[in-house]
Structure formats: structure tokens, C-alpha cells
């Protein structure tokens, strides 16, 4: 009977430190989540793609309008441009240094942290100039003392350790022990499922909006829609806010034809393509080259009068829909 007891001990531990190393796992994860405050569309065009080319969507663009308060374990970059609202500006400077995170901003800031040239912004704005935005990466990029990968590596094999004792335990011990641990830890495995399927339903709550459902609904119809077409359906900043919503959420994609953008339909690409080659005929250009050759990026935006961004982003379109 007490080698049972022991037993028995020893299960409800193990599950209790397997909830705990959830809890640990989701603390590493929110330490210096990388929060971009834009505050017109020039900053979030920069923040949006730095986030997609370089951080691969973990950081988080939010306008500066919905700042009321700030996590202090966050790391704030502050992309305000001369043209941004001083007012504004201000205003979300204030919340953020009286919650001591750490933030830097740009150079037209009257603070210690304006490190990023705002110059840059502009001239990736204007000219798509990808080694302007390669430098604001390298200013703004976090460099930790100990990386979460090596955090994590502990708590995967004492997860995995912990998991193996706990089914052995399991097997030691009787049924009426077994159906005791199931009513101990059922109500917290029900939570655990109702928070995960939270998650998995989240998109489908993105589309309770009006606003995003309008854009939607259009771009689901219509395969491609350019950001002008949307701009009568709401602000431009307000529209930014939920186009950067879907565009997380995987629902709709931006892509950017030199200096137009364009919102395509995900799940019809090869339709979305045929479109964007009727509206710029050097898209025609990039197809018909790819086809016949196999040439670089560089090459084929000389033939095709294009910039290499543009190119890149035409040419990494096609491989999706081959």
C-alpha cells in the first residue's frame, strides 16, 4: 500500500510540474515580445515588413491610437516620422517611459534612444530601398544575453523525463488510484482544451468585425484588390489597423508592385497572378522569363525594368503557384 502511495505521490507531482513547465514556457515566450508603435502608413509599411523579412511575424505593429498601456517586459520601437503628430507622439512616449520598458525610436525623437534614422524610413518608403530597411533591422535587432532556444532546451528534456515517470507511474498503480488522478486533474485538462481551442477559432472571431469583413469579402471576390480601391471603405489609418489583423491571421496577403499594393486572396493564387499580370505588364515580363530562363532576380529585373523587390516578390508568388 505505500509503495502505491509513493506512487500515487509521485503521479500528481509529475503533472504538476508538467503544468508548471506550460506556465514557464509561455513566460520565455513574452519576454521581449517586439512591439512596433507606427504612427502613419510609411512606419507601418517599415514595421510590417521587418516583422515579415527579418523576424518572420513573432513582433507585434500596433498604431499608435490603441496604445492606452504598456507590458514592461516588452521592447517598444517607436517609428515616428516628421510628419507624425507631435501631440501623438508625445502622448505614447509618456506611457512608455513612465512604464520603464525599454524602447528605442527614431532620430526626430528628443530622447536618448533615437537611433533609428528616420531618413531610412523614407527612403525605403519612397524607393524601396531594401538595404535602408536591412539597417533599421540591425539598429533595432535584440541582442540577448541568453537565447530562449537555450532557455527552453532544459525544460524540453525535464518535460520529457517527467512525462516517462509519470506514465510509468500510471501503469504501477491500481485503477481506483488512476480514477482519483482523473478527478483531481480534470477540470484543469478541460481549461487547457477550452484555452486551445480558443486559439484555433481566433480567425474566425477576426471576421466578426464589420470593417474586416467588408475587406474580406471584397478581396475573396475580386482575387486581387489594390490598397486604393479599400480606401473607400474606411481611414487610412483605421484601414491599415485591419488589413495588418487579416494579414496576421493568414486570411489575406499585401503584396507590393513597385510602388502599388495590392491585396490578393491566399487561397487563389494562380487566379490572383493572372490578374496582377493584366494590371502591370512587366509582371507578364517576369513570368515569361522565369519560363524561358533560368536567370537571377538581378537579371531579370534589368530586362524587365523593374525594381528587385518587386521582382522577388513576383518571383516567390510563381514558385507558390507551380
Known sequence: MRHEQRLLVVTIGSFIIILYVLFAFTAIYAQNQVVFVVFDSCSYEVARDINKLFLNN???????????????????????????LQSEIGRVLKIITNSNAHYIGTSILSVNNNIISHEDLWSYCLYGDLNALKRIFETIIIREETPKSTLLLPLIIGTLIVASI?????????QSSR?????IFKKPLILLLLTLLRFRIRSENILEHPIRRTIYEKVISEKVVPISTLMKISSRAVLEWHLSV???????????VVNKRFIIDPKHLNEALSKLVKIDP?????????????????EISKKCRIDDRTAHTIVNLISQTS
Open 179 to 183: 480514477e482519483k488522478i482523473t478527478t
Open 166 to 174: 509519470t506514465v510509468f507511474s500510471i501503469s504501477q498503480i491500481s
Open 58 to 84: 513573432t513582433g507585434y505593429v500596433a498604431f499608435s491610437y490603441i496604445i492606452t498601456n504598456v507590458t514592461p517586459s516588452s521592447y517598444y520601437i517607436i517609428l515616428a516620422t516628421n510628419t507624425s
Open 246 to 256: 487579416l494579414v496576421r491571421a493568414g486570411i489575406i496577403r499585401e503584396i507590393r
Open 282 to 298: 512587366r509582371i507578364e515580363c517576369i513570368l515569361r522569363e522565369i519560363h524561358s530562363n533560368k536567370t537571377t532576380i538581378e
